[in-house]
Each structure stands twice: as structure tokens, then as C-alpha cells.
């Protein structure tokens, strides 16, 4: 019962804050929609519209940072909020390049977009080196790009005359960095583990750790950590506070990375907003695959005949499923993720510097972390 309350506690601050700013979004999109060249005005309504539809949660959790600091009035924040989630936009722009990927929020993205448009349109390559996919490729990572800096100059012309500016545009690059030191971490690891000079323990010890830092990286730091820094922050938090929150924070940063990496295997098709086994495709190091692979050498082949896949069947996607799971690395994973849930729940009980109430947001959150279907 208690918890049921805690989760209608998030809830209605969630609602309340996405409402506002899905206003705001929508606003602002519509001044990022215009340009007096008709075809950058094109890309700029592809980022617009993939600028919305998000779960807004980024956004929200940079309103919850500003509220945990004594403050009633979120306007002041949502400027804030805008601009990470335009800046977080641009990387799921990015990152859809990186693993070719159709669809993001429901939506086609960038480049798929932009191929087809040059296919109806009959438009051929002048260049012998490139074909249409290389084109709409480049055409989105100058999109992703282009977000990047208008979040950043969004930020800017918000707080100009805040004396804070300089503080949050140092955090907010520190986060962009860490996200990127993440990104390019995800990228390589499969290749770099095949270097020969390593032996079977070195490798072993390095996916482990690099798996890890990809948790913390590309999910803590980016999606819960950043946000509720920044919220805080702004609200002139003392320092000791905010980083009692941040190490929370991350927590549940990795137990939402380990809830993805399952959904991402488990989740039903269609529901998820993007495609369910695409970490086979693109050969994720997520913690499911990390355990088969420090563990079982037997399953570890097994997997071996799926991962990497250009196109993964739904009976392929079934059978890693049970390898998963007779592994036990499902089982692994849960228990690791419980784990994290657990630690969150024990720290932000000793933040005595927090109201009941506010704790009570924050317990709902972690509620609806563990709950959560996609």
C-alpha cells in the first residue's frame, strides 16, 4: 500500500512536469522548425518532430533536482529541461547512425527518412563512392550535430543573466563528455576484446569492467544522474547534498541500464519504441551477455550463432531468449539489478536533509524504474 502511494506521489509530479513541458517542447519546436533554406528547413523538422514523443523523463528529473532544493516555482528550471532533452534528441540521432537503426520513439529516424525521400524523388548518386544510405547517413549525423549546438544555445540564451550559467554549462558539457566517453566505449568493445594479446582472464576482466563503465557512462551519468544534478544545481543545493543524491543516483542509473538490456531481449514487439533485438544485431555488451560469456563457454557458442546477425528471426530471437535463461544470466541480471534498487532504497533513507514527501517522490521513482515495460 505504501508503495502504491510513493508511485502515485512520482506520478502525479511526472505527469505534472511532462504536461508543462511538452508545452514547451512543442513551442520551441516550433520556432526550430524554421530556416530560409528549404532544405535544411527539412532536417530541422525531422529534429523536431523526433524531439517529441520522448518519455519527457530527463526533463523531469531536472524539475525534481530544482524541487528537492526547496523550490516551488519549475518554470525557472524548464528551460533547463528543453535543452537536455533537445541535447539528448541529438544523440539517439547519433546513436541510430552508429547501429542503423529504423525506428526511435515509434518513428522512422533521420537517415531512414531521408534514403527514402531519395528513392521516391528518383534522386541518383553523382559521387561513385557513395550510395544513398552513405548520404542519408551524413545528411543525420549533421542533423544530430546541428541539436547538439541548438540545446546548448538554447541553455545559454535562457540563463544569460544568471550567475550560475557558467556552473551549468560546465556540469552539462562534463555529462555531454561522459555520455560520449560511453558511446564510443559501446562501439568498440566487441572488436577491442579480440585482441590477441589478451588472454582468456584478461578479456574476461575487461568486459566486466567496460560493461560496468558503460552503465555508469551512457545510463547513470546521462539519464539520472546528470538531470538531478543539474535540477539541483540550479537550485543552489549544498554540495555535500547533491552528492549524496547523485550516488542514488546512480544506482538506479545502472538498475535502469540492466532493466533495458532485458527489455531489450524480452520486451514485447512493438511496445519498446525501437527494435526488440537489435542489442543481438548490433552485438551489445550488456550484462546478459557478459555473464554467458565469463561463464559458459558452452552457451557462449551457442549465442555466438545469433549475435551479430544482420537480421534476427523471431525464432533466433526466441532462442537466445532461452539460452538467457537456462544460463542463468537472466537470473543474474534481475538479481544484479534488484541489487541496485536496494542500495538506492537504503541511501536515499539517510538523506535526512530531505522532506518525507520529497523522499516519497523519489521512492516512487525507483517503483517505477523497477516496473516499468519499455
Not at 106 to 122: A, D, I, N, S
Request: charged fraction near 30%; aromatic fraction near 10%.
Amino acid at each position: 500500500m505504501k508503495e502504491q502511494e510513493d508511485l502515485k506521489s512520482f506520478l502525479t509530479f511526472y505527469k505534472e512536469s511532462t504536461k508543462r513541458l511538452q508545452k514547451a517542447v512543442r513551442g520551441y519546436n516550433r520556432q526550430l522548425k524554421k530556416d530560409p533554406n528549404p532544405i535544411i528547413r527539412m532536417f530541422k523538422e525531422d529534429l523536431a518532430d523526433l524531439n517529441e514523443g520522448g518519455k519527457m523523463l530527463r526533463g523531469t528529473l531536472i524539475a525534481l533536482g530544482y524541487h528537492l532544493s526547496g523550490h516551488g516555482d519549475p518554470e525557472v528550471c524548464d528551460p533547463l529541461a528543453i535543452g537536455y532533452e533537445l541535447f539528448q534528441t541529438s544523440v539517439l540521432i547519433h546513436d541510430d547512425i552508429i547501429d542503423n537503426a529504423e525506428l526511435r520513439r515509434g518513428k522512422y529516424t533521420v537517415q531512414h527518412r531521408y534514403e527514402h525521400r531519395l528513392e521516391v524523388r528518383g534522386i541518383k548518386m553523382l559521387a561513385q563512392v557513395d550510395g544513398p544510405r552513405d548520404v542519408a547517413r551524413s545528411a543525420a549525423l549533421c542533423t544530430g550535430d546541428l541539436g547538439l549546438y541548438y540545446a546548448n544555445q538554447y541553455i545559454v540564451n535562457a540563463y544569460r543573466n544568471n550567475p550560475l550559467l557558467g556552473e551549468l554549462l560546465a556540469y552539462f558539457d562534463e555529462t555531454v563528455i561522459n555520455t560520449m566517453r560511453g558511446e564510443v566505449l559501446d562501439v568498440v568493445l566487441p572488436y577491442e576484446l579480440q585482441d590477441v594479446s589478451y588472454d582468456e582472464e584478461k578479456r574476461k576482466e575487461l568486459l566486466e569492467t567496460s560493461v560496468r563503465d558503460i552503465y555508469h557512462l551512457k545510463t547513470s551519468c546521462y539519464s539520472v544522474i546528470g538531470p538531478l544534478h543539474l535540477g539541483m544545481m540550479l537550485g543552489e543545493m549544498p554540495p555535500e547534498q547533491m552528492r549524496a543524491v547523485d550516488r542514488f543516483a546512480d544506482d538506479l542509473g545502472i538498475a535502469y541500464q540492466i532493466m533495458d538490456d532485458i527489455l531489450g531481449i524480452y520486451a514485447e514487439e512493438g511496445y519498446l519504441g525501437k527494435d526488440v533485438g537489435s542489442d543481438i544485431v548490433e552485438f551489445k555488451q550488456t550484462i546478459l551477455w557478459m555473464y554467458v560469456r565469463t561463464t559458459n563457454p558452452e552457451a557462449t557458442e551457442e549465442l555466438l550463432q545469433y549475435y551479430g546477425k544482420k537480421k534476427v528471426t523471431k525464432k533466433d530471437l526466441e532462442a537466445v531468449r532461452r539460452i538467457f535463461q537456462a544460463s542463468g544470466a537472466l537470473e543474474y541480471a534481475k538479481d544484479t539489478m534488484d541489487a541496485c534498487f536496494a542500495r538506492a532504497r537504503r541511501k536515499l533513507a539517510r538523506m535526512s536533509f530531505l522532506s518525507e514527501e520529497d523522499k516519497a517522490i523519489l521512492r516512487g521513482f525507483i517503483t517505477w524504474c523497477s516496473g516499468r515495460s519499455k
